[in-house]
C-alpha cells in the first residue's frame, strides 16, 4: 500500500479544482486515494493543503467534504481538527446548518470543542441567532478558546446588522480589551451609529481611529465613504472635500455614493469647475456618470465579517490601474466582422450613451466641459459603426443622421430652439451604505 507523498497531494488538488458538484468531488477523491494508506494526521495534512487554495474555487472545498466522509467509512479516530477543517469548509460554502449539525456531533463523540467555536459563532452570526451566538462564545471562553478580531468583528456585524446598538457597543468594549480592535472594527461602529443618525458618536470614534493610526482610510473597508456621508450630515464641508481629496490622492476605492454626495455639495453656476472634477475622476474609474447624478442602486456587498477582512487586503492601490489620460485620444474599439457585438447589446449601449450626453450636455454652460462631452460623442461613434450593415447583415435599416447641440444630442436633425427634457436634480436621496453590503449572501 502506498503512502501519502507531496506529489499525490498536489494532483488531488489540481484535479479537484476542475469539479464543481459534491459528487464529482467525491468520485475524484476516492480515485486518487485509492490503495493510499491514509491516517488521521496524513487526513489533516491533506485538508490543510486543500484549505490553502483560492476560495473562490469551491472544489477543494468539497473534496475536505468527501475526505471527512472517507475518514468515517475506513473508521480513522476523529480529533478536534478535523471537525474543524470540515466545518470551515462547509462555512464557506455558506451551508451553516450542516455546521451546527457536525458541532452537535462531535460533543456526542465526546471531542471537547475549543479551536472550533470560531466557526460556530460565524454560522450563528450567519443565521441570525444572536442568543446562541454569544451563548457560544461565552462557552468557548470557559474552556480556553481565544477569539481572533476577525471573529469578534463578526458578533460586531451580527449585532449592527440588527440594529441592537447596545449589544454591539458591548461586543465592541469586549473586543478592545480581548484583542484590540482593528480598522475594519471602527467601520462596523461607526456605520451602524450612523444608520441611526448617532453622528457625535461618528466624530468621536473617527477621531479615535486617525490618534491610533496614520492611515485611516488606507484600507478597503468603506469607512472614508461613510464619513463623507457623516461630515456632510454635521455641516463640515471643507472637512469632507479634503477627505475626499485624500482618498483619490491615496487611491482607495470611493463608492459611487460617494461621489453622488460630493456632487451635491458643489453648486452648479458657481463652482462647476469643481463639479466637473469630480465627473471626471469617476469616470476614470469607470464609475457611470448617472451614478453621480443619481442615487445609485445598492450592488450588493460583503455580508459576513470574515469575507470583510478578506476585501481588506484587495483594497491597496492596484498597480494595473493607471490614470486615464482625458487628452489623449479614444482608441477605435476592434470590431471583428465575424463575431459582431449582438444587436440588442448596441441597441442599449447607445440608449445609456444618449441618455448621458443628454442629460449631461443639459446641466453644462456655454463653452464647458468640451473635452468630457467629445469623449461621450467619440464612444458613441464606436457604437454607431457596430449597428451599421457592415456588421450586423440582418439589419437592413440605413445607419441615421446623428446631430449633436451643446445641451443635448439625438440621432435625428433637431431644431436650433429644441429644448431638453432632461433633469437637473442633484439632491435625489441617498441610500444606505449600509445596507448595499447586505444584499450578498454567503
Same mark, same amino acid.
Given at each position: 500500500?502506498?503512502?501519502?507523498?507531496?506529489?499525490?497531494?498536489?494532483?488531488?488538488?489540481?484535479?479537484?479544482?476542475?469539479?464543481?458538484?459534491?459528487?464529482?468531488?467525491?468520485?475524484?477523491?476516492?480515485?486518487?486515494?485509492?490503495?493510499?494508506?491514509?491516517?488521521?494526521?496524513?487526513?489533516?495534512?491533506?485538508?490543510?493543503?486543500?484549505?490553502?487554495?483560492?476560495?473562490?474555487?469551491?472544489?477543494?472545498?468539497?473534496?475536505?467534504?468527501?475526505?471527512?466522509?472517507?475518514?468515517?467509512?475506513?473508521?480513522?479516530?476523529?480529533? *478536534?481538527?478535523? /471537525?474543524?477543517? @470540515?466545518?470551515? !469548509? +462547509?462555512?464557506? $460554502?455558506? =451551508?451553516? #446548518? %450542516?455546521?451546527?449539525?457536525?458541532?452537535?456531533?462531535?460533543?456526542?463523540?465526546?471531542?471537547?470543542? *475549543?479551536?472550533? /467555536?470560531?466557526? @460556530?459563532?460565524? !454560522? +450563528?452570526?450567519? $443565521?441570525? =441567532?444572536? #442568543? %446562541?451566538?454569544?451563548?457560544?462564545?461565552?462557552?468557548?471562553?470557559?474552556?480556553?478558546?481565544?477569539?481572533?478580531?476577525?471573529?469578534?468583528?463578526?458578533?460586531?456585524?451580527?449585532?449592527?446588522?440588527?440594529?441592537?446598538?447596545?449589544?454591539?457597543?458591548?461586543?465592541?468594549?469586549?473586543?478592545?480589551?480581548?484583542?484590540?480592535?482593528?480598522?475594519?472594527?471602527?467601520?462596523?461602529?461607526?456605520?451602524?451609529?450612523?444608520?441611526?443618525?448617532?453622528?457625535?458618536?461618528?466624530?468621536?470614534?473617527?477621531?479615535?481611529?486617525?490618534?491610533?493610526?496614520?492611515?485611516?482610510?488606507?484600507?478597503?473597508?468603506?469607512?472614508?465613504?461613510?464619513?463623507?456621508?457623516?461630515?456632510?450630515?454635521?455641516?463640515?464641508?471643507?472637512?469632507?472635500?479634503?477627505?475626499?481629496?485624500?482618498?483619490?490622492?491615496?487611491?482607495?476605492?470611493?463608492?459611487?455614493?460617494?461621489?453622488?454626495?460630493?456632487?451635491?455639495?458643489?453648486?452648479?453656476?458657481?463652482?462647476?469647475?469643481?463639479?466637473?472634477?469630480?465627473?471626471?475622476?469617476?469616470?476614470?474609474?469607470?464609475?457611470?456618470?448617472?451614478?453621480?447624478?443619481?442615487?445609485?442602486?445598492?450592488?450588493?456587498?460583503?455580508?459576513?465579517?470574515?469575507?470583510?477582512?478578506?476585501?481588506?487586503?484587495?483594497?491597496?492601490?492596484?498597480?494595473?490601474?493607471?490614470?486615464?489620460?482625458?487628452?489623449?485620444?479614444?482608441?477605435?474599439?476592434?470590431?471583428?466582422?465575424?463575431?459582431?457585438?449582438?444587436?440588442?447589446?448596441?441597441?442599449?449601449?447607445?440608449?445609456?450613451?444618449?441618455?448621458?450626453?443628454?442629460?449631461?450636455?443639459?446641466?453644462?454652460?456655454?463653452?464647458?466641459?468640451?473635452?468630457?462631452?467629445?469623449?461621450?460623442?467619440?464612444?458613441?461613434?464606436?457604437?454607431?459603426?457596430?449597428?451599421?450593415?457592415?456588421?450586423?447583415?440582418?439589419?437592413?435599416?440605413?445607419?441615421?443622421?446623428?446631430?449633436?447641440?451643446?445641451?443635448?444630442?439625438?440621432?435625428?436633425?433637431?431644431?436650433?430652439?429644441?429644448?431638453?427634457?432632461?433633469?437637473?436634480?442633484?439632491?435625489?436621496?441617498?441610500?444606505?451604505?449600509?445596507?448595499?453590503?447586505?444584499?450578498?449572501?454567503?
Amino acid at each position: 500500500m502506498e503512502t501519502l507523498s507531496k506529489e499525490k497531494v498536489a494532483k488531488l488538488v489540481a484535479a479537484l479544482e476542475k469539479v464543481g458538484t459534491q459528487a464529482e468531488a467525491d468520485r475524484t477523491v476516492s480515485r486518487h486515494l485509492r490503495g493510499v494508506f491514509m491516517s488521521t494526521d496524513g487526513f489533516h495534512y491533506l485538508f490543510e493543503c486543500l484549505l490553502e487554495g483560492d476560495s473562490d474555487n469551491i472544489g477543494p472545498w468539497l473534496g475536505v467534504i468527501s475526505g471527512f466522509e472517507r475518514m468515517k467509512q475506513l473508521s480513522i479516530p476523529m480529533e *478536534e481538527p478535523s /471537525y474543524w477543517f @470540515v466545518m470551515t !469548509a +462547509y462555512n464557506t $460554502l455558506g =451551508k451553516y #446548518e %450542516e455546521v451546527l449539525k457536525l458541532f452537535e456531533e462531535m460533543k456526542q463523540r465526546g471531542i471537547e470543542p *475549543e479551536a472550533v /467555536y470560531a466557526v @460556530v459563532i460565524e !454560522a +450563528y452570526a450567519a $443565521l441570525e =441567532k444572536h #442568543e %446562541e451566538m454569544r451563548e457560544a462564545y461565552t462557552k468557548g471562553r470557559e474552556v480556553g478558546y481565544e477569539p481572533h478580531v476577525v471573529t469578534l468583528n463578526t458578533m460586531i456585524d451580527a449585532y449592527a446588522r440588527s440594529g441592537n446598538l447596545k449589544e454591539m457597543m458591548a461586543m465592541w468594549k469586549e473586543t478592545k480589551n480581548v484583542v484590540g480592535v482593528d480598522e475594519l472594527s471602527y467601520y462596523l461602529v461607526i456605520d451602524a451609529l450612523r444608520q441611526k443618525k448617532h453622528y457625535p458618536d461618528c466624530m468621536a470614534l473617527w477621531d479615535e481611529l486617525k490618534r491610533n493610526t496614520t492611515d485611516p482610510i488606507g484600507v478597503n473597508t468603506p469607512i472614508g465613504s461613510v464619513m463623507i456621508d457623516v461630515l456632510q450630515k454635521v455641516e463640515r464641508r471643507n472637512d469632507a472635500k479634503d477627505l475626499f481629496d485624500s482618498m483619490l490622492k491615496s487611491g482607495v476605492e470611493i463608492s459611487p455614493e460617494a461621489f453622488h454626495i460630493m456632487a451635491n455639495m458643489y453648486d452648479k453656476k458657481t463652482e462647476s469647475a469643481e463639479l466637473d472634477r469630480i465627473v471626471q475622476e469617476a469616470l476614470k474609474r469607470k464609475i457611470p456618470l448617472s451614478a453621480v447624478r443619481q442615487t445609485p442602486k445598492p450592488s450588493g456587498g460583503l455580508s459576513t465579517s470574515a469575507e470583510k477582512e478578506k476585501a481588506i487586503a484587495k483594497s491597496k492601490p492596484k498597480s494595473n490601474l493607471n490614470p486615464v489620460d482625458f487628452d489623449a485620444p479614444i482608441p477605435e474599439i476592434p470590431i471583428d466582422p465575424a463575431n459582431p457585438p449582438s444587436q440588442e447589446f448596441v441597441d442599449q449601449k447607445l440608449d445609456e450613451l444618449k441618455n448621458l450626453l443628454d442629460n449631461y450636455g443639459s446641466e453644462t454652460q456655454e463653452g464647458e466641459t468640451d473635452n468630457l462631452m467629445q469623449k461621450l460623442r467619440d464612444e458613441f461613434e464606436v457604437m454607431e459603426k457596430m449597428r451599421s450593415p457592415k456588421y450586423a447583415p440582418e439589419s437592413k435599416a440605413p445607419r441615421k443622421a446623428m446631430t449633436v447641440v451643446r445641451r443635448g444630442m439625438s440621432l435625428e436633425p433637431v431644431k436650433p430652439k429644441r429644448k431638453s427634457k432632461a433633469t437637473s436634480d442633484w439632491s435625489l436621496p441617498y441610500p444606505s451604505l449600509r445596507d448595499s453590503e447586505r444584499r450578498k449572501q454567503t
